[in-house]
């Protein structure tokens, strides 16, 4: 059972149920690419419903168990590029973008993931150390961003509107290690227990996607931190959607060819 994974699958399911959120395990999904179903490990969501519309955030969660530890190549993060990006990072349906829009021009996309404004650097590739071969990041990478925009495109057809973000998390229970060069060019490495991923050109249509990567011990933080920023959006939405929204709809209007 160990070797297979299933402890660190039901430890995470675990620290998410205890910050209240819903969780569900060994859920499948459609990969649109192979034609066939497919199964991500844990999906940790939470909703509320404000102004005719369900606010969604999920976190999606696949776990891998080895031995074997993983290394983080990085790059020191762009300030200027965060500014300009800002959206780019986030997986969402189509309903929550005004929601989002709004979120990055009031500057308060950092309430929705707080962890990750304290990074320094940017992941740009993962691996996993002393492998034969079978690339478990790959694969983990994968599953997670074609599990996020299945639950995107399921998102977009529901009769209500679904304002959805969705939050892809590698968990690994094996030592995680950053990779970089230092500015007078000597290889750097140093342990982390939470760090970011940004992977280019690996799905059609979605420049870049943006992964978390977890170790084990920083589980019960994360999910913490989690659930203070969901809760903290729900309030949002609450005090301010219904102003969001008629702001949106007068933006539509000045850029409509009819105007």
Request: overall charge negative.
């Amino acid at each position: 059972l160990e070797k297979q994974g299933y402890p660190l699958e039901m430890f995470a399911t675990q620290k998410f149920k205890q910050q209240g959120f819903f969780v569900s395990q060994s859920l499948y999904y459609h990969d649109d690419e192979l034609e066939k179903n497919r199964e991500i490990d844990v999906i940790a969501h939470k909703v509320k419903f404000v102004e005719d519309s369900f606010i969604t955030i999920d976190y999606i969660i696949e776990c891998k168990s080895s031995h074997k530890p993983w290394l983080l190549f990085t790059n020191k993060r762009n300030q200027k590029d965060d500014s300009v990006n800002e959206l780019e990072r986030y997986l969402y349906s189509k309903d929550a973008f005004p929601l989002l829009l709004n979120l990055s021009t009031e500057n308060k996309l950092k309430h929705l993931t707080p962890y990750y404004f304290g990074f320094e650097n940017i992941g740009y590739g993962l691996t996993q150390a002393f492998s034969n071969g079978n690339d478990m990041a790959y694969k983990a990478i994968t599953a997670l961003t074609k599990c996020s925009l299945s639950l995107i495109k399921e998102s977009e057809t529901k009769v209500y509107q679904d304002r959805k973000l969705i939050i892809p998390i590698l968990v690994v229970d094996s030592p995680l290690f950053e990779v970089y060069l230092s500015t007078n060019y000597e290889m750097k490495i140093v342990k982390k227990e939470i760090a970011y991923l940004f992977i280019k050109n690996l799905i059609p249509d979605y420049q870049q996607i943006s992964i978390m990567i977890l170790t084990k011990d920083y589980l019960e933080q994360f999910a913490i931190s989690a659930n203070k920023s969901v809760d903290w959006l729900f309030n949002y939405c609450v005090n301010n959607l219904t102003t969001i929204l008629a702001e949106y709809q007068d933006i539509i209007k000045d850029i409509s060819p009819d105007n």
